[in-house]
């Protein structure tokens, strides 16, 4: 599976951007970016996944660049309840049912 | 409402009495899914059941041990826990296995070896 390189903290002004980079440099064509997020205590929470284009939810947007060699995810306002380990996720195509979590990103938002 | 629950969120057990973990879940997924997680740590697979097949990881120690009698449910079952054992033990559900599906967890139970 593609390995993925996050940085190991990010701050971030309540009600602005929060941009989570991620680096997966090894990803080959079928394997989908998948990002989850774990607010302290609870368990991880499902955000969104692509595998080439753009993707906008609810939640937040995922853009990934054209060579797939990193992908961004976007909170576009940020608030305090956003503060968590946001992980970025690299899956294999077909029936691989693996989730490999890494180190991931610890978000803060602050006031 | 919550879609994959686990009960207890804390559990208490002493070392080397064995201790049994649930799950549940309403959504009619196919696969559910355990995983530890230790302190600082990213969560663990430690095994996975399709429908009533089950598939361990090949570094889950044998200490541990999964039951799923129907759909909904599924349980894991520590034989003699140590004290490496403490760790939130998460579960989740996914409708498949294919690459596009997402998992669902759980809030987790906290396990405590004394």
């Known amino acids: 599976d593609a390995k993925t390189t996050q940085p190991p903290s990010m701050d971030c002004a309540e009600g602005r951007a929060a941009n989570l980079p991620c680096n997966h440099s090894?990803?080959?064509?079928?394997?989908?970016v998948y990002w989850y997020r774990q607010i302290h205590s609870q368990g991880p929470q499902y955000i969104i996944h692509?595998?080439?284009n753009n993707e906008t939810n609810e939640m937040a947007s995922l853009i990934i660049t054209e060579d797939r060699k990193s992908s961004t995810l976007i909170l576009p306002h940020a608030t305090l309840r956003d503060t968590a380990v946001y992980y970025c996720?690299?899956?294999?195509?077909?029936?691989?049912?693996?989730?490999?979590f890494g180190k991931g990103t610890l978000l803060t938002v602050n006031p | 409402d919550a879609m994959v629950i686990q009960n207890p969120r804390y559990q208490v057990t002493q070392f080397g009495k064995p201790v049994t973990l649930s799950c549940s879940q309403t959504?009619?997924?196919?696969?559910m899914y355990w995983y530890q997680q230790k302190s600082s740590q990213a969560p663990k697979l430690l095994f996975h059941?399709?429908?009533?097949?089950?598939?361990n990881e090949a570094d889950t120690p044998d200490n541990f041990q999964s039951r799923r009698p129907n759909t909904s449910f599924c349980f894991l079952d520590i034989r003699s826990p140590g004290l490496g054992d403490a760790a939130m033990y998460l579960c989740?559900?996914?409708?498949?296995?294919?690459?596009?599906?997402?998992?669902?967890f759980g809030q987790g139970t906290r396990l405590t070896v004394v």
């Open positions: 989740a559900t996914s409708r498949d296995l294919g690459a596009g599906t997402e998992a669902f």
């Open positions: 090894t990803i080959s064509g079928n394997e989908y």
């Open positions: 692509g595998l080439k």
């Open positions: 996720i690299v899956r294999p195509g077909g029936s691989n049912y693996k989730l490999t």
């Open positions: 959504l009619n997924h196919n696969v």
């Open positions: 059941y399709y429908d009533k097949d089950f598939n």
